[in-house]
């Protein structure tokens, strides 16, 4: 297949496709005499995969390590998924913990960031903001 077929058939950019093939993430491609780039049907599964993968928050480099071209020692699915399933949920925890505090400002009534940043109830962590320093004093 040409690489515009590829793409297309992907749903990435041919510049992508180069991309990925530079970065090791698909075969390099065939040359024909007359030295156009021909891909094996093969590359659309690689691509699509690569895709899938990036939506579930891999990144190119663990997606390298995923897929066996460069796997390491703890390559493989199954390990870079139970990696990315604990960094989802911690930062899951984060948003969560945003989110409370959020909360806590939208019924402390907190209207104007300074104001409540000095004031006792403000839930907002702000260290130190209630006692001013000698620069706020004058």
Do not use: N, W
């Amino acid at each position: 297949m040409r690489p515009g077929q590829v793409a297309e058939a992907a749903g990435v950019g041919r510049e992508t496709l180069r991309y990925y093939e530079r970065r090791g993430l698909i075969a390099p491609a065939a040359r024909t005499l007359g030295g156009h780039r021909l891909y094996p049907a093969e590359a659309v599964d690689r691509l699509r995969a690569i895709k899938a993968a990036q939506r579930l928050g891999f990144s190119l480099d663990e997606i390298a390590a995923l897929t066996g071209r460069r796997r390491g020692p703890d390559g493989g699915l199954q390990h870079g998924a139970r990696v990315k399933l604990d960094q989802v949920k911690a930062r899951i925890a984060e948003l969560e913990a945003v989110a409370a505090l959020l909360e806590e400002a939208l019924t402390a009534g907190c209207d104007d960031l300074e104001t409540c940043a000095h004031t006792p109830a403000c839930p907002l962590p702000f260290p130190g903001a209630a006692a001013p320093t000698r620069a706020d004093r004058g």
